[in-house]
């Protein structure tokens, strides 16, 4: 074997998601393995469990063949950070075994492409945020008085609701187009039937990495300690449905059927160099909501929607730093009346629109509730997303020749049952 280190040898492409920058950290699973916990470079994903069976690591390697990585996330920022740290030593030493034993090598590493990634969390509750002021605005606009789109409280707090957490799956799923009540603006009684109008939403989400008690308060200046990392997030929304039943307690039906996130979680660390300024908020909000340095992160986030046997098309390119509201007010604004948190628990930002028609981040907002249809590469058109359709999210970060990404965020829409 040839003594240069294992970053070399792997040769990842500069436009990996997977760069030595990243080392994010998921679950897989292939005929050999069950389930393993995984961290990826380049093409390849590591094998954490077997990594560890070399003392590479120095933990107790059976936090890495447990079916999610909470057990491994409640370990502390300190021991997941150092652990990250590990791997970057590893991958960058000339001297380590893995460049010497070839058989302990290949049980190491394991192409992507050959293995299938799994929900990386067990999540016990989700949010789900309302925090883009380009969404909201659209909204707004569409269904209000255009001079008055946001509500009164909007620019006051991060709205949000309690979403279903049993229907998060993974990327690379297919779910059935939801069946609900409609109300059509010509009828005087609701029907029944499958959604017409399904909708994406372009959105990230954070992983709870620290729980609190009950009556504890996260504030704004310590909830990076509390967040483990993000994922790319889709969700997914029956419009039609959501129209009819949303007043007075908000989306249900419209909202619990499906959403996929991605599988790798890319940790709060190595999101770090791209953090940037945000919005400036006004009015000002109240002292538990504000918070000092750069806490928006720059993220480009694309969405492509792919017909049955057809091509990719990008349908937006949107970007995480349009989000008004940061993750650490979310956090503040959820736990500040004492509600309790746990590792694994998910938290999702809200549909992501930038200011421009092509960074919109739903097809409501796209194609402007259907009146402008978006042209495929095909020569169809879409309104809403169609049966047999697959939506794919990628995201990635970029910044002085340092590349980190997401992965993909992946769906397929199915007939109604």
Not at 47 to 55: G, I, K, Q, R
Not at 190 to 201: M, Q, T
Not at 396 to 403: A, D
Request: aromatic fraction near 10%.
């Amino acid at each position: 074997m040839a003594n240069n280190n294992l970053l070399t040898r792997i040769n990842v492409s500069p436009d990996s998601d997977f760069s030595i920058h990243n080392i994010p950290f998921g679950v897989y699973t292939d005929n050999e393995v069950d389930h393993h916990a995984c961290s990826a470079i380049g093409e390849y994903i590591i094998d954490l469990f077997e990594l560890e069976s070399a003392d590479m690591l120095n933990m107790n390697r059976s936090v890495f063949q447990e079916q999610y990585l909470n057990s491994f996330i409640e370990l502390g920022k300190p021991e997941t950070n150092r652990v990250r740290m590990k791997l970057i030593e590893i991958l960058t030493d000339e001297n380590s075994e893995l460049n010497t034993n070839k058989d302990f090598f290949n049980k190491v590493f394991k192409k992507q492409s050959d293995v299938k990634m799994l929900m990386p969390v067990r999540i016990g509750d989700y949010t789900d945020f309302y925090s883009s002021i380009d969404h909201a605005t659209n909204v707004g606009t569409m269904f209000r008085d255009p001079a008055n789109a946001l509500l009164p409280n909007w620019k006051h707090l991060p709205v949000g609701y309690h979403g279903r957490s049993s229907s998060i799956c993974v990327s690379g799923h297919s779910f059935h187009r939801p069946k609900g009540q409609q109300k059509p603006a010509d009828a005087e009684m609701p029907v029944f039937g499958a959604s017409k109008l399904l909708d994406i939403e372009l959105e990230t989400a954070f992983i709870i990495g620290k729980k609190t008690e009950m009556g504890d308060h996260v504030t704004t200046e310590h909830a990076q300690d509390h967040i483990f990392g993000m994922v790319l997030f889709n969700d997914w929304s029956a419009r039609d449905i959501q129209t009819w039943e949303y007043v007075p307690l908000g989306p249900f039906l419209a909202k619990n059927f499906a959403s996929t996130m991605s599988p790798w979680i890319v940790t709060l660390e190595a999101l770090a160099p791209f953090r940037v300024k945000g919005y400036d908020q006004i009015p000002k909000l109240l002292p538990y909501l504000e918070y000092t340095g750069e806490k928006n992160i720059d993220i480009n986030l694309n969405v492509f929607l792919k017909p049955q046997n057809g091509k990719e098309n990008l349908i937006c390119s949107s970007n995480y730093k349009y989000m008004y509201y940061t993750m650490e007010q979310q956090l503040a604004h959820h736990t500040v009346n004492g509600c309790n948190i746990n590792v694994g628990d998910l938290m999702a930002s809200g549909t992501i629109s930038g200011p421009e028609p092509h960074q919109f981040g739903s097809m409501l907002e796209l194609t402007w509730k259907g009146t402008k249809p978006l042209k495929l590469s095909d020569g169809t058109e879409r309104k809403f997303v169609n049966d047999n359709d697959t939506i794919i999210i990628k995201g990635f970060c970029e910044k002085e020749g340092k590349r980190i990404g997401f992965g993909e965020c992946t769906a397929t829409l199915l007939p109604a049952k």
